[in-house]
């Protein structure tokens, strides 16, 4: 079992390695460094001034020696300037987490995330403020979206071919195959617009006090949260997700229902429900368990969609200013979080296995 | 000193040639206001020549108190002379003040100098700063401050520093030039430029401006938020918001004049305007930053009318004149000429604005000269092209992914492919689009209004200058502009100003297709907040009932 955690960690390790390359060299193009000296200095700045504000905050270095620096391998960049102040990558690193002792390598060895240049704040608070707003909402898509899923998963698949089968599955069928960015828009144009949809009937009829009935952006949720302001996001990703895991689900019902202790327990007079419910549930749901743990990372993808959409600052949010201001160490900070985020999943998946079915040995 | 001084009860003797003019109807109010206010002359003093009253500011009395939530980007901060989007500005307008300010009217207004006197021929210029204001620090504001600020505004040593520019008459060598500046005493300074600059005031106007205090070194208003206005930043997350409250320990110079509001509340929800949309129906903003297109209206069927702001700002689709084919100047002509400048307003902005015709210098410019009407002949285009031996070559429009520019240059382009020439248009995302927006060999750049017509001129047209993404390089023209800086009179700098307008179309510099008209929406309840024809946002005149 530590074999197989440690092995688990090397590999997440390996990966994050190889993915922050990857990410590093991306934002670390030359036309890439262009628009970040223009966002940071001014978006009509000229070709010499992008020069030497490169220059100036340390980008003129080798791409291979300023990864070093971001992981800490490499000392930190300094420059003097003509009156003898020394600046540099970790002076300016430490000056922001208020330390008066500057080191000579600053990265992600020494705990340094360093600074977003977007939010000119230090990666480590934004990257925790966002998934913090983003840990709600996830939380919120899960508490709708899991028992949903299966509740329709297992109505559907515990008598297969039935007409509830069949509507169950069109309806599962119908929200997996919208994506977020249509079904958000068609929530929005519905529920949440004083013109058009339900709002405008309802608001003739005197059902609701103010124009709309949902709100149609969910920014005031950062501050509190409530049901009129949250809803819409939440069900737009949970909608997504669901009709998948119910599908799963359904199909892995069926097949335990045609099981040979199903039709024993059914001669001997065991009641429908019970069968269901004691005998066929827990081995109908290890394959849905993997596919929820799966659909957390999915998930994160989604919510790049669902938070720009209404406005709703979170990691997918963050990734979305991040990758369009190429904020560099913004990106690579969510990068790792992202490959942390579906290898631990991953783990939690693979161990909740050996739970649910005691046949399985991880070793 | 070469100059006459003279008392500041006495009028610019340009004023009252102007104030003729007008009289006659060689000149229009708005014209009479931006030209007899930037020689110094007050606003009411300026009706007065006209034998108006001064307008009334409100008709109704503001009522004090409450919370505003406005729809605009919140950027990260930087040194406010560096500043290139008038939202930086915006968020600061509370605390940092400007030494005069631009109305929509047309007039300059003073704000922290209580006047100012050009002397005859433009070259020295007397500020009086006004007395009684204090920093919010305690410190009073001298000359001493105005002439701190104004160096800072002449270091072009410092990137991005889109001040040292305006500032050349009194600058040398990217920094401000030795005696440019006299300190008289506490409250008088004098400046002294080198060539005579009708633009220096109005220049002090623009958003870069805001007048800042001497301890202020870093790059972040709101950080050390030092200033001389009635409000104080509370909170600033880039891309989220902003909030801004009423500062209660400092007295405001112009008390009972404004800070009416209690709380600002600045809300960044993206560049996407149907997300404003949701976030106003559910009551989340009371006013937009700017609406365009097709949401003016969206935003006026849900209860929010429009405010509407006639201006000189603008769309140039421009050549590159050092690129290929665009250095051939018959290339050029042949383009402008296939296109006809109603249409493309007509489809490209909803007709919200009016026509224009080449040359970067709008009606609304006290100098603008009227030119005979443009030709449009696809045909006689056709051919110009045909025989340039281009009659196969595709040319490429270059365009950001903004709604109404892309839409601007769409029709640009399918009215050049109407006259049988090949083109293709390209529409790059923002973020890559301004990495090299000074040398698209064909690509349009929005521009903000100025106040006076050889304002542009100077920016984008002169030779050398920086945001001379035309590549335009004409001795002549630089030769005329800089006689047309330097004339106070209004019919001279006109006929200057006619042949640099001629200079400009014949030289087919850009396809300049109509002036916008800008829009902001915001609900009835809310006062003072008219759209500005530069984007300004003073929030320390709104108020709410």
């Known amino acids: 079992m530590l074999l197989f955690l440690l092995r688990r960690i090397g590999v997440m390790l390996l990966t994050a390695l190889c993915l922050t390359f990857v990410v590093f060299y991306l934002t670390n193009l030359p036309a890439k460094l262009e628009t970040l000296a223009k966002t940071q200095a001014g978006s009509r700045i000229s070709d010499a001034e992008v020069a030497s504000w490169l220059e100036r905050n340390g980008y003129a270095r080798p791409m291979v020696v300023r990864y070093g620096e971001w992981l800490g391998v490499v000392p930190g960049w300094t420059r003097a300037d003509a009156e003898g102040t020394v600046t540099g990558r970790c002076y300016r690193l430490a000056a922001v987490e208020g330390e008066a002792y500057v080191p000579e390598r600053c990265g992600l060895l020494q705990g340094y995330w360093g600074n977003s240049t977007r939010f000119r704040a230090p990666v480590s608070d934004v990257i925790t403020a966002r998934l913090g707003a983003t840990g709600m909402l996830m939380a919120w898509v899960l508490i709708v979206m899991v028992p949903m899923a299966l509740v329709v998963g297992v109505m559907a698949g515990m008598r297969e071919g039935s007409r509830t089968d069949r509507s169950l599955s069109t309806f599962a069928i119908a929200s997996t195959a919208t994506p977020e960015y249509v079904s958000g828009v068609f929530l929005i144009a519905l529920l949440a617009s004083s013109t058009v949809g339900l709002s405008p009937l309802l608001s003739s009829w005197g059902w609701i006090d103010g124009p709309v009935l949902f709100q149609g952006n969910a920014r005031s949720a950062m501050e509190q949260i409530t049901f009129w302001n949250f809803a819409l996001p939440v069900m737009t990703i949970a909608l997504y997700g669901m009709g998948y895991i119910a599908r799963i689900t359904r199909a892995s019902m069926t097949e335990v229902m045609t099981q040979q202790y199903i039709r024993t327990a059914r001669l001997k007079g065991v009641s429908f429900t019970n069968i269901v419910l004691r005998h066929a549930l827990r081995n109908a749901l290890i394959a849905p368990f993997t596919v929820i743990m799966l659909q957390i990372p999915w998930l994160l993808n989604g919510v790049v969609v669902v938070e720009v959409l209404f406005s709703y600052p979170g990691f997918g949010w963050t990734l979305f200013e991040a990758a369009v201001n190429n904020d560099i160490e913004l990106l690579l900070a969510a990068s790792v979080v992202a490959v942390v985020v579906v290898l631990l999943t991953q783990l939690i998946s693979d161990v909740g296995y050996v739970w649910l079915n005691p046949r399985i040995r991880i070793s | 000193m070469t100059h006459k001084k003279r008392k500041a009860t006495e009028l610019h003797p340009a004023a009252q040639l102007y104030a003729r003019e007008c009289h006659e109807g060689k000149l229009s109010r708005r014209e009479f206001l931006t030209r007899a206010t930037a020689l110094g002359v007050t606003a009411p003093a300026a009706y007065g020549l006209l034998g108006l009253a001064a307008p009334a500011a409100r008709a109704d009395t503001p009522q004090m108190g409450g919370s505003l939530r406005m729809q605009m980007d919140i950027k990260a901060q930087r040194d406010p002379r560096t500043w290139d989007w008038s939202e930086l500005a915006n968020v600061c307008r509370g605390w940092l003040e400007y030494l005069v300010s631009y109305e929509r009217d047309g007039s300059i207004q003073p704000v922290l100098l209580e006047s100012w006197e050009a002397n005859e021929d433009a070259t020295v210029f007397t500020l009086n700063v ?41 600058s040398e060598d990217g920094a401000l030039r030795e005696g440019a500046i006299e300190i008289v005493d506490d409250l008088t300074l004098r400046l002294h430029l080198a060539n005579p600059d009708i633009a220096i005031i109005a220049n002090m106007s623009d958003y870069p401006a805001a007048v800042v205090h001497p301890s202020f070194t870093g790059d972040d208003p709101v950080a050390n938020p030092i200033g001389t206005g009635p409000y104080r930043p509370v909170s600033h997350d880039t891309g989220i918001g902003a909030v801004i409250e009423r500062n209660p320990d400092h007295t405001w110079w112009n008390e009972g004049n404004g800070a009416w509001l209690d709380r600002i509340e600045f809300v960044d929800l993206g560049t996407d305007p149907s997300a404003w949309v949701a976030a106003a129906e559910g009551g989340e903003i009371e006013l937009t930053y700017q609406t365009t297109g097709d949401f ?9 009318p429009e405010s509407e702001a006639i201006t000189a700002a603008t769309l140039a689709v421009r050549f590159n004149q050092e690129q290929e084919p665009y250095t051939n100047r018959n290339v050029r002509r042949a383009l402008q000429m296939a296109v006809d400048n109603a249409v ?41 092209i045909e025989a340039e031996g281009l009659g196969d070559h595709e040319f490429e429009l270059i365009s950001i992914d903004d709604n109404w520019q892309a839409a601007t240059c769409d029709t640009v382009a399918a009215q050049i492919r109407a006259a049988g020439i090949n083109i293709r248009r390209t529409i790059l995302p923002g973020a890559t689009f301004w990495n090299d927006w000074l040398n698209y060999p ?34 002549e023209f630089d030769r005329l502009l800089d006689q047309a800086n330097g004339i106070a009179d209004a019919d001279e700098r006109r006929e200057v100003m006619a042949q640099l307008q001629q200079i400009m179309q014949d030289e087919g510099v850009l396809i300049q297709p109509y002036w916008r008209s800008l829009y902001r929406n915001l609900r009835p309840n809310v006062h003072g907040a008219e759209m500005h024809p530069t984007f300004e946002v003073r929030y320390h005149h709104y108020w709410k009932s």
């Open chain 2, 442 to 475: 064909f690509s349009s750049t929005e521009w903000n209004m100025r106040p006076l017509g050889v304002q542009v001129l100077n920016l984008a047209y002169r030779s050398g200058e920086a945001w001379n993404e035309a590549g335009f390089a004409n001795e």
């Open chain 2, 296 to 304: 003016v209206d969206i935003f006026a069927a849900i209860g929010m």
């Open chain 2, 344 to 384: 493309v307003l007509e489809l490209g902005y909803d007709g919200r604005g009016t026509e224009a015709e080449n040359h970067h210098v709008c009606p609304l410019h006290p100098e603008y000269a009227e030119l005979p009407p443009l030709t449009v002949d696809p045909a006689a285009a056709r051919e110009m």
């Open chain 2, 130 to 170: 006004r007395p009684g204001v204090t920093w919010n620090n305690g410190d009073p504001f001298t000359s001493a401050d105005v002439a701190h600020n104004i160096e800072r505004w002449c270091d072009a040593s410092v990137e991005g520093n889109s001040m040292a520019g305006r500032m050349s008459s009194i």
